[in-house]
C-alpha cells in the first residue's frame, strides 16, 4: 500500500505522463490510485481515529450537493469525479503514515519531488525551456507541466517542503546534512524563480513560525519585518505589495465579490466551481472560494478540517511527558516540521485559489497519519473527536468569516 500511495505522490508531483510522449493518453493516476486504494482495503492499517476521516468525506458531499442546490444535478457526479480521488488518496496516504519512518520516507519524497521541479525552472531561466517542453513565463517566472502551470503553484511547494528538506538535513549526518541543505537552497531559490508574492511572504512566515517557536513573538516579529524589507529587494513584484496596485486591487475585490455570494447563498454557496461565472478573476484567496463556493456548511467542514490538523500539531509540541527521552523530542521535531508546512502551505494558500489542489490534502494526510501514530506511541496526547467538540468550530467559522469581511472591506477603502 505504502509504495504505492508514495508512486502516487510521485506520478502527482513530477507528473512525467503529461510530457513523456509514450504515457500520453495513459490513465497512470487513477491506475495506482485504484491500486493503493484496493491494498488499503485488504490492509489491517486501515484507521479512522481522526476527525478528518469525517469531514473530508463530509465536504466531497457538500460539494456535489452545491451542484444540486444550483439547479445541475449532473454536477454532483463531476464534483465526485473530480474530488473523490483526493479523498481517496487522503484515507490511503494517513494510513500509511502512521510511523515514524513512513513519514520520514514520505518527507523524502516530496523533498526530491520538489527539488527536481526547482531545477526545471532553473533549467527554463538558462535556458528558456525546461525539459518538458514549457518555456519560461510571463515576466520571466519559471513553470511547470500540469497543475504546476501556474509559478504560484511551483512556489506553494517550494515553500510546503521547505521544512521538510531542513528537518531531514538534522536528523542527517555531515555527507546527509550537505545533501539536505542543498535541496532547501534550491527550494529557496526556485521560490525567487516563481517571483510569488504569496510563496515569499509564506516563506517569511514558516521562518517567523520557527524563530517564534525558538526564541519568542518579539524576536520572530523583529526578524519578520526585517525579512520583509529585505523581500522587496529581492523581488520586483513584492514591491508592489500595495492594495492599491492593479494586481492586488483585482485580488481584493474578487475577495468582497466572493463574500457578497455567501452572503446570496449562505447555506450551500454558489456552487462548486462556480466562482468565475458570477465574477470574471477567481477569488485568489482558498477561505474565500470555499466559503463562497460551498456556502457555511461546506466552510465549516472544510475550516474544521484544516484547523484539526493545526491543532494535531500543536498538541504534540504542547505535550510535556513525564521524562524526556530521544523518542519523545524526535515526535516533536517532526510535529514542528509538519506544523511550519502546513504554516507554509495554508500561508500561500490564503493569496490562491487552491482550495481543492491534491498536494494540499496529500500533506494534511501526512499530518493527520503522524498524529494517529504519535497517539499509539505515546497515549497520554490529547485526542480529537467531531462528537465531543464539532461546536466549536461554528463560532470560529463564523469569526473567519467576519474577520475576512472586515479585511476586503478595509483593504477596499485603502486601495481608493
Known amino acids: 500500500m505504502f509504495p504505492l500511495i508514495l508512486l502516487y505522490v510521485v506520478l502527482t508531483i513530477v507528473r512525467p505522463q503529461d510530457y513523456i510522449p509514450a504515457l500520453t493518453g495513459v490513465p497512470l493516476l487513477p491506475a495506482v490510485l485504484g491500486l493503493a486504494f484496493l491494498s488499503w482495503l485488504f490492509s489491517s492499517a486501515k484507521t479512522f481515529a481522526a476527525p478528518q476521516f469525517l469531514l473530508l468525506p463530509a465536504f466531497l458531499v457538500t460539494l456535489m450537493i452545491s451542484q444540486v442546490t444550483n439547479g445541475w444535478s449532473g454536477g454532483a457526479l463531476d464534483e465526485l469525479e473530480r474530488f473523490g480521488p483526493a479523498v481517496i488518496a487522503f484515507f490511503v496516504f494517513a494510513a500509511g503514515c502512521t510511523t515514524q519512518r513512513h513519514v520520514v520516507t514520505a518527507m523524502k519524497v516530496f523533498v526530491l519531488c520538489a527539488v527536481l521541479l526547482a531545477l526545471h525552472g532553473i533549467g527554463q531561466v538558462q535556458t528558456g525551456v525546461g525539459w518538458t517542453g514549457i518555456p519560461l513565463g510571463d515576466e520571466g517566472r519559471i513553470q511547470y507541466v500540469g497543475i504546476f502551470n501556474d509559478p504560484n503553484d511551483l512556489g506553494l511547494l517550494f515553500v510546503a517542503t521547505l521544512p521538510m528538506a531542513c528537518f531531514l538535513a538534522n536528523r542527517s549526518h555531515f555527507i546527509g546534512k550537505l545533501l539536505w541543505y542543498a535541496g532547501a537552497a534550491l527550494l529557496l531559490y526556485g521560490v525567487y524563480l516563481t517571483n510569488s508574492r ?26 519578520g519585518a526585517v525579512g520583509l524589507v529585505a523581500m522587496q529587494f529581492l523581488s520586483s513584484r513584492m514591491q508592489e505589495l500595495d492594495a492599491g496596485e492593479e494586481s492586488a486591487n483585482g485580488r481584493v475585490e474578487a475577495w468582497y465579490e466572493g463574500l457578497h455570494m455567501f452572503l446570496s447563498n449562505p447555506v450551500f454557496g454558489v456552487g462548486a466551481g462556480n466562482f468565475t461565472e458570477y465574477n470574471e478573476l477567481t477569488a485568489h484567496n482558498s477561505f474565500v472560494l470555499v466559503l463562497a463556493e460551498t456556502g457555511f456548511v461546506g466552510y ?3 475550516l474544521a478540517f484544516v484547523g484539526y490538523s493545526f491543532w494535531m500539531m500543536l498538541g504534540v509540541l504542547r505535550y510535556q511527558p513525564p521524562v524526556s527521552t530521544v523518542e519523545t523530542q524526535t515526535e516533536k521535531r517532526m510535529a514542528l516540521t509538519l506544523l511550519l508546512s502546513l504554516c507554509g502551505l495554508f500561508a500561500a494558500a490564503f493569496f490562491l485559489s487552491r482550495s481543492y489542489m491534491i498536494v494540499l490534502y496529500l500533506i494534511a494526510a501526512m499530518v493527520t497519519g503522524y498524529y494517529v501514530g504519535a497517539r499509539q506511541r505515546e497515549a497520554a496526547l490529547p485526542a480529537f473527536s467531531l462528537a465531543e467538540g464539532w461546536w466549536r468550530w461554528v463560532p470560529a467559522s463564523m469569526g473567519s468569516i467576519t474577520v475576512l469581511y472586515v479585511l476586503a472591506a478595509i483593504l477596499l477603502r485603502t486601495a481608493k
Open 198 to 223: 504569496g510563496a515569499l511572504l509564506a516563506v517569511l512566515i514558516v521562518a517567523g513560525g520557527y524563530v517564534w517557536y525558538r526564541r519568542g513573538l518579539f524576536t520572530a516579529a523583529s526578524l
Open 300 to 302: 465549516f467542514l472544510w
